[in-house]
DNA sequence: ACATCTTTGTCCTGCGAGTGGAGAAAGTCT
DNA sequence: AGACTTTCTCCACTCGCAGGACAAAGATGT
């Protein structure tokens, strides 16, 4: 089957489709309101879209006090798919045009297992998907990678964490495989997408959203744009030095923000406090799972585990630390937490204002919210969703 | 005398306005390849930015091998003011339309007796430019202040460093003197826009221009444009903490970068040298003048004195390790060394150099390179003179 | 039930922006 | 002197778009 050929052909019908994916249903005279064209001009440009099929009618909308108007919407078929790989987990979720989640997976999967292997597993998540019946195919996919990313061709470049990807050809190969339009990123920049489009950051042009997982790093956007800089790997703060002479890192260097706090260290620290004893707790939990993540840290500390309680505090003065120089740099709008970590919920969150409020001047931490992300582990492939749709949607 | 009453009508005038004013005078043909407009369009364009006055014919230009063609350059009359007010130092600099100096004149001051006093010693100097008879009068005039300014009202807002300035209207107070539109903005973020126009940034999308004088600053350009935060605080990395539990700063933390290394720093820590007979020859220069300042140690550390070549190499590691983060979050394409301290030159530079390319991911530094700023004292009076210019230049 | 007011959608006319071609003007080169 | 180039101007034609007139459809008041 053959889907959406169709792109618009202008700006202002690219306008009126991105209106129509983030405000839904809407009538002619809403548009109008909203785009500055004459009534004339607009009837005419969605006349055109509803030619193409991206656009359909939608049934008469309430009276207003006056003549009921027609209802536009996008194609209520369109599909698109929005990948998230992780370093230890894929997840995969199907959307309509309005980027609204109908179905969502997550698989464990180890990225090193390679390029090859991850894009088998989400080819065939993707494939369950569309066995429930919520697609007949996919008009467009978006998919974000956990290392830096050369844009423009969509392939992933110099990977730390994710040996066996570099300069594999990400994008074009799974177009091929689905037989669609592929756009691939950073999963922080995604993330970032997705709280903007769907979340927290609604409405807001500067900010920085800091992904905590097995990794750290931070999406940047400026003026309603992700920066992704000049080869792809701006926003790459985990090798930050975080401490002078601190712990070895897996890039070589020492003391990265990395190596002192994200998922990966945390649980490392979990494990070594448990086995000197410092924590029952935790002592209990490893011995019931052979091993501990980050979950069981936040578990242990909810429990009021005062080790675990000091680590996520030590590890939100860490990040905070170096939050607090990215906001004196950058001055955002807002700042969101995210990723894996967010289960660590308000101890993590108090640590980080508190540095953060402490050590930039008040002009620049005035106003500014610090907060955690809205969605969860659906910021990835919602921004997934949004990434491949800003591109469809977009002139040719 | 009435000056510049025109402004382009239109998004097509105000792009061959900045062609002329970057490319110099050119003629109809060699704009039409810049531009993309039909020949009969760009002539139209042409014909009516000759009828405003703000362009005028210029001669015929050599033959390209057919009929020659009939230039065109910006009025000759234009006159654009460059003001940057530095902690220490006032540069005020005439430019013509092209933007190249004209006249420029230097004065020590100190910003903190106020925007009154300052502006007077402006306006004065300004006179003085005008006496020579490089100008009539101004067409526009752009400022820079050592602080954060809110940019679309043209005020200073809370800053650290010359208190009295907050909330002056700057930008309203000089242009009712002047009686020509004035725009203001940080200091920093002019040297940018002076690298960026005419020196070492040319063609540059994404860099970072580190101004290291009194205080210490960065200009951020993402995209051709300078980022200047939601409260036009960004790039304010002098109160980044480089040393933990380090020295105490004006700003009432601890181990501030700016309390490490600037010009005001360096001194400091000279005449704690000399005091306490670490090098000879700071001590020499210190009985002479009876303080140190920054050139000093450039001219002891020039004559081969270990305790100089320590100290920059030693500031040059501090500022160096900050600017590795930036890099590593910021992956800009160059970074720009520029300021007062530029005559510590290479000593500081390699100092940089070492900790960026070692801290970074070679990803973000492979093909990074790291400069001295190309206009020295001049690059805050032409990114000023850029700044109005961009102001006019674009449709009213 | 009827008139009036509002809102929505369509049609038509006219203006101005912009393209592209035909030529004229002004050179160079052989 | 003739052939070829480049530049500039003029003109006819197209297209995007605004804005008004008008029709359709509904709400509201008497």
Redesign the pocket.
């Known amino acids: 089957m053959r889907r959406m050929t169709a792109r618009p052909a202008?700006?202002?019908q690219a306008r009126l489709l991105k209106l129509l994916r983030d405000g839904g249903p809407n009538?002619?005279?809403?548009l109008?309101?909203q785009v500055?064209?004459?009534?004339?001009?607009?009837?005419?440009?969605?006349?055109r879209l509803l030619e193409t099929g991206l656009v359909v009618a939608d049934g008469?909308?309430?009276?207003?006090?006056?003549?009921?108007?027609?209802?536009v919407r996008l194609a209520p078929n369109l599909r698109f798919l929005g990948v998230d790989i992780g370093a230890t987990s894929v997840d995969v979720a199907v959307t309509n045009a309005e980027l609204e989640i109908l179905g969502h997976l997550n698989q464990p999967m180890d990225v090193r297992e390679g390029p090859v292997a991850v894009f088998e597993q989400v080819l065939s998540m993707a494939a369950k998907l569309k066995a429930t019946g919520l697609a007949e195919g996919f008009d467009g996919a978006g998919i974000g990678v956990p290392g830096p990313v050369r844009f423009p061709e969509g392939v992933p470049v110099a990977p730390p964490i994710m040996p066996g990807w570099d300069g594999f050809p990400a994008r074009e190969a799974l177009s091929q495989e689905l037989g669609c339009p592929v756009m691939v990123d950073n999963d922080v920049n995604l993330m970032a997408m997705g709280e903007q489009h769907a979340g927290v950051a609604r409405s807001v042009g500067d900010f920085l959203c800091i992904k905590i997982g097995t990794g750290i790093g931070c999406g940047i956007v400026v003026g309603g744009e992700v920066h992704r800089g000049t080869t792809g790997s701006a926003g790459d703060i985990g090798h930050i030095q975080a401490v002078p002479d601190g712990r070895p890192c897996a890039c070589g260097n020492r003391g990265c923000l990395e190596a002192h706090f994200s998922g990966a260290a945390l649980a490392r620290d979990a494990v070594e406090a448990a086995q000197q004893g410092r924590s029952a707790e935790l002592a209990t939990l490893l011995a019931a799972n052979g091993t501990l993540t980050a979950v069981d840290v936040a578990t242990a500390a909810a429990a009021g585990d005062a080790t675990s309680l000091d680590l996520i505090r030590e590890g939100g003065n860490r990040v905070g630390q170096i939050i607090a120089g990215l906001v004196s740099f950058f001055n955002p709008g807002l700042v969101v937490i995210g990723g894996g970590v967010t289960g660590l919920g308000h101890t993590l969150l108090a640590a980080i204002r508190t540095q953060v409020y402490r050590q930039s001047l008040p002009l620049a931490t005035g106003n500014l919210p610090i907060v955690l992300g809205e969605l969860g582990p659906t910021a990835g492939v919602i921004g997934a969703a949004r990434l491949i749709s800003d591109h469809l949607f977009s002139p040719a």
Chains 1, 2 share one sequence.
């Open positions: 202008n700006a202002h009538s002619r005279a809403q109008g309101d500055d064209l004459s009534r004339s001009k607009l009837a005419v440009e969605v006349d008469l909308a309430a009276s207003r006090g006056g003549r009921r108007s027609h209802n």
